[in-house]
């Protein structure tokens, strides 16, 4: 029955788009590049087929300045344990990841990314993990992955925020490992996880149902108060992490995107120290997709764990996101109701 709705609401997409093309010339892509995977901008040629890393990073303030993140094509920010005022941690998707010169710093991974970064076919960068993920790690979509091996940096702090990935580390630690740069069962090209809208146009949503106008959106994590913030001039969302504006500790980057896609999700605890797993195999859940100062309501659901999550409107058609760096949140279900939005 679901493969039945995603068939007539590619169809219904897929004709939407013929229109769109037939009264927007396309925009021709630029020679020796193709539309990344991850963005939908054009990327050069030669990564086409190279897997990303999915990089975990401290979110706490001791952590801060992060450097590299504004770099980074998704960015997943999870709850990392129900303790600590519900203290989240950052996954960044990259590409293009032959171009970090600083990232970081690296922690642990937790199950809920183990999973996530394995919709991507991406290597996962950690620094060590509870024993909840080792089950997790014997899965074949899983197996790849680097942990406690990058560079140390002395920055003065407590050696747990001192570990970053510098250049060269990636490379050394792939081929000392027999990692495949390559993708080995991911094929974005056959399938993907965004359906973009047509290239060289974009969306405000004003078009569509169930949208509203959105300039500010605080997450529920009263911790790190994670806020994401519409800037006009650019179009994109700020983010905004202890009250302040996150810069990029090398250059004074922001971190900002096109994208922002809150999926509302349960979760399983572990035990008494906050340890937990999202449900991320669910059916039908509501989210919110975030771009050019609108909201629109969404569904989203995932039915495999090696399986990709789709996002929908709420007719069943796939929701087709503007091109750009992409922010997504779980948001467990007791907290949906405490977003702030305005």
């Known amino acids: 029955m679901k493969v039945n709705r995603f068939f007539k609401g590619f169809c219904a997409a897929l004709i939407a788009a013929m229109a769109v093309s037939a009264a927007v010339q396309a925009e021709a892509v630029p020679e020796g590049t193709y539309l990344s995977e991850l963005t939908g901008l054009p990327t050069d040629a030669a990564l086409k087929d190279q897997r990303p890393v999915a990089v975990m990073v401290d979110n706490e303030s001791t952590a801060y300045p992060h450097f590299g993140l504004a770099e980074g094509d998704v960015v997943y920010e999870l709850m990392n344990s129900t303790a600590n005022g519900h203290i989240t941690r950052l996954m960044v998707l990259l590409k293009d990841w032959d171009k970090i010169t600083q990232m970081g710093n690296i922690r642990s991974t937790r199950c809920t990314n183990v999973i996530l970064a394995g919709e991507w076919n991406a290597i996962l960068c950690h620094d060590g993990n509870p024993f909840y993920t080792n089950e997790y790690f014997r899965r074949d979509y899983a197996q790849d992955h680097i942990s406690g091996t990058f560079s140390r940096v002395n920055n003065g702090k407590a050696w747990e925020f001192t570990e970053y990935i510098l250049p060269g580390d990636l490379e050394n ?60 001039g650019t179009g994109t969302y700020d983010f905004y992490c202890y009250g302040s504006i996150h810069q990029d500790g090398e250059d ?87 977003l702030v939005m305005e």
């Not at 991911?186 to 290239?199: K, T």
């Not at 999700?265 to 195999?281: A, E, H, R, S």
Request: some cysteine.
């Open 252 to 338: 004074n980057q922001v971190l900002t995107f096109e994208n922002v896609i809150l999926q509302k999700c349960d979760y399983t605890l572990y035990d008494q120290n906050g340890y937990m797993i999202y449900n991320v195999l669910a059916e039908d859940m509501p989210g919110y997709y975030i771009s050019n100062g609108h909201a629109q309501s969404i569904k989203w659901d995932k039915s495999v764990e090696r399986g990709l999550t789709r996002y929908y409107d709420l007719d069943g058609n796939p929701l087709a996101i503007n091109r750009g760096k992409t922010y997504i949140c779980l948001v467990p279900s007791e907290m949906w109701d405490s």
């Open 173 to 232: 630690n792939i081929s000392s490992r027999g990692i495949s740069r390559t993708y080995d069962f991911y094929h974005p090209e056959e399938d993907s996880h965004f359906h973009f809208v047509e290239y060289g146009t974009e969306t405000d949503l004003t078009d569509r149902a169930n949208v509203t106008a959105l300039n500010k959106v605080v997450l529920p994590f009263e911790h790190t108060n994670s806020t994401l913030v519409y800037n006009e």
